[in-house]
C-alpha cells in the first residue's frame, strides 16, 4: 500500500516566518499535488509537480519534487496570515489505472 | 454556476435515520469521488465511479451507498445512521483517475 507521510502534522508561527513543510513516500509517484484547503471549504489545487528534482513558485510558495519522485516539499516565505489553512499532498501512481493518494495534511496557523 | 456543488451544506439527523447526500458537477467529469474528512485521519474514500453506471468500493464504504445514474450527479445514501458517521463529507470529480480532483465545499453531517 502506497502511503504519503507528512510532516509536521501542526505549525504555529509568526506572520513574516520562513517555513517548510514535508511530504515522504518509499513509493515513486509519476506526479505529486499540493492541494490548501480553508476552514469551511474543500481542498484547491495549487500546484503539480511532474519532473523528479522540479520546482515550481507560486508567489511566496516554492515547491520542490524529489528527484527520485518520492517526496516533496512546500516552502513559505514570509508568511502571512491569508496563508494559514490545511496542506494536503497527494501523489498520482505510476500506474494511470490507481487512484490519488492523498497524505493527511499539514495543518499551519499564521499569527498576526 | 459552473463548478462542483454539495447540498446540504449542514445536516443533522438521529442515529438510524436514512441520509442522502447531494452532489453535481458541470465539467463532465468521468470520474467523481467521496471523501469523509475526519481529524487524525484526513481524507478516506469511500466511494468512487468511473463513468454512469459504473461504482467501485474506497476505503470505508461500509454503511454507505452511491448511484450514478447521469455523470454529474453522484448521490451519496446513509442507509441508518449512526454516530460514528458524523464527519465532514466532500465529493471530488476529476477527468481521469489520477489527474487533479476538484473539491466541492464539503456537508457537514451531525448523527446525534
Known amino acids: 500500500t502506497q502511503l504519503l507521510e507528512q510532516s509536521p502534522q501542526f505549525l504555529s508561527i509568526q506572520e513574516g516566518e520562513n517555513l517548510t513543510v514535508y511530504c515522504n513516500s518509499s513509493?515513486?509517484?509519476?506526479?505529486l499535488q499540493w492541494y490548501r484547503q480553508e476552514p469551511g471549504e474543500g481542498p484547491v489545487l495549487l500546484v503539480t509537480?511532474?519532473?523528479?528534482?522540479e520546482v515550481k513558485k507560486l508567489k511566496r510558495l516554492t515547491f520542490q519534487f524529489g528527484d527520485a519522485r518520492k517526496d516533496s516539499s512546500l516552502h513559505i516565505t514570509a508568511a502571512q496570515p491569508g496563508d494559514t489553512g490545511l496542506y494536503l499532498c497527494?501523489?498520482?501512481?505510476?500506474?494511470?489505472?490507481?487512484?490519488?493518494?492523498f497524505g493527511k495534511g499539514t495543518r499551519l496557523h499564521i499569527l498576526p | 454556476d459552473a463548478g462542483i456543488t454539495q447540498s446540504p451544506r449542514y445536516k443533522i439527523t438521529e442515529t438510524g435515520r436514512q441520509v442522502t447526500l447531494m452532489c453535481h458537477q458541470t465539467?463532465?467529469?468521468?470520474?467523481m469521488f467521496w471523501y469523509r474528512q475526519d481529524l487524525g485521519h484526513g481524507l478516506r474514500l469511500i466511494y468512487y465511479?468511473?463513468?454512469?453506471?459504473?461504482?467501485d468500493k474506497g476505503e470505508v464504504p461500509d454503511g454507505y451507498v452511491v448511484s450514478r445514474s447521469k455523470t454529474e450527479n453522484f448521490p451519496l445514501t446513509l442507509e441508518s445512521a449512526t454516530r460514528s458517521q458524523t464527519s465532514v463529507y466532500f465529493c471530488?470529480?476529476?477527468?481521469?483517475?489520477?489527474?487533479?480532483?476538484?473539491f466541492g465545499p464539503g456537508t457537514r453531517l451531525l448523527v446525534l
Open positions: 471530488a470529480s476529476s477527468w481521469t483517475v489520477g489527474e487533479t480532483q476538484y
Open positions: 513509493s515513486v509517484f509519476s506526479s
Open positions: 509537480v511532474v519532473t523528479g528534482g
Open positions: 497527494a501523489g498520482a501512481p505510476l500506474n494511470r489505472d490507481d487512484k490519488i493518494i
Open positions: 465539467w463532465s467529469h468521468s470520474y
Open positions: 465511479s468511473a463513468a454512469a453506471d459504473i461504482t
